[in-house]
């Protein structure tokens, strides 16, 4: 016990260094206690610069960082709120949060332990809007909360999963169906046709189609080779005859140093050319594009009208899972078709429109039961139990069937 509280003591004392360059300065140096992963405590050796002018007011200093580790030291064997560890991170000459007093203000009362990804998910609505840009979120919110988090709980900090991509998944997906590509179809060049239908037909990102070199396409095999997707892993993909005739229909493909359009920066390009193609189909004249402001007039015109604009990707992967699903695919089947990494991504924007394939075989059971009790036995699927008597004693009240349509 004795050892435990004197590894616990911090022994800091101000001392004055010199530079390589032979600049003296003064900083509190020795040996203060750190957590370990597995609970221990050890000694290390730091130091820190002190700003003092008076040896009053650098030994006050050294004071107030002996009594700070010691703290950090026992922050584990005792419940430590966020607005603790925040102003333990700060004294110790840390950077302030842009967003410090909001997220103090939210979770500050909070424990430590107790901050997990349910939290800074709930604490990211709060102080961000919803187009928020992942690197700015991640900026200024999760990377200044885990350096707190890390600091005053060593190893035992939360592990907290940074929001790369972070969106608010719409649970009602809608994406374009045969009558929308019946429409914008006859306006699109067969460049854009090509590269759309085959998105929507085999579930591909916009960034894996532009980026394929007429090398890739095999139209004798009937392939389209992907050398590497976003996942990182090569694919080659069996075409559907439609989607090669449509390729074959592009004009001079095979001399092109770009299987579609100018490559992997022309998205934005592919962006317009729907957004035309839709003003056209409903009858709106395509040049107001060209006027200042054109092209977010025609994005809200196209937000009611009857051919609404769809992204890319709505058009591509959002489509391709969505028909699988309610067609009654299974989540498995729809993630390995598709090239997502995990289920668990699929799961998260198309789980609710998953039909599991256990379902038809619920209802065959369950007409099964139905037909039973009405005296039409299905054998195969219920066990014929008429033989067994039902348990009724000579008090009970008549059985009445709530199947039986004829009852009053």
Known sequence: MRNQVRNIRAKLRPVLRRKKDGTAYWAARGF???????????????EHSLGGDTAKARQEETDRLNRLYEERALAIERPLTFAKAYTNYIELGHPVPIYGEQILK?????QCQDIDDT???????KLFRPDAKPSYINRHLYTPVMAVLRLALKGKAPQLSRPKGYKDKNPNIAIPNATWFRAVFPHMGPDTRALLLFMTMHGRRLGDALGRKPSDFDPEEGTLIVERTKTGDPLMIDLHPQVVRAFLEMPDWQRRRWLFRDGPTSGSNVRKDVTVACLKANGIDPRIVEEKGGWKRAARLLED???PYYSPHEIGRHAFATRLLRAGYSLQYVKDAGGWKTIEVVSQIYGHLERKEWTMGVHKVGDALIDQIEGQVVSGYIPDDSHIPPTVSSSSPPVRSTFDVNEQ
């Open 32 to 46: 203060v206690p750190v957590r370990a992963p597995d609970g221990s405590i050890a000694r290390r050796r730091v």
């Open 106 to 110: 939210h979770i500050g009362l909070m």
């Open 119 to 125: 939290v800074m998910v709930e604490l990211t609505k």
């Open 305 to 307: 009208a009857p051919i």
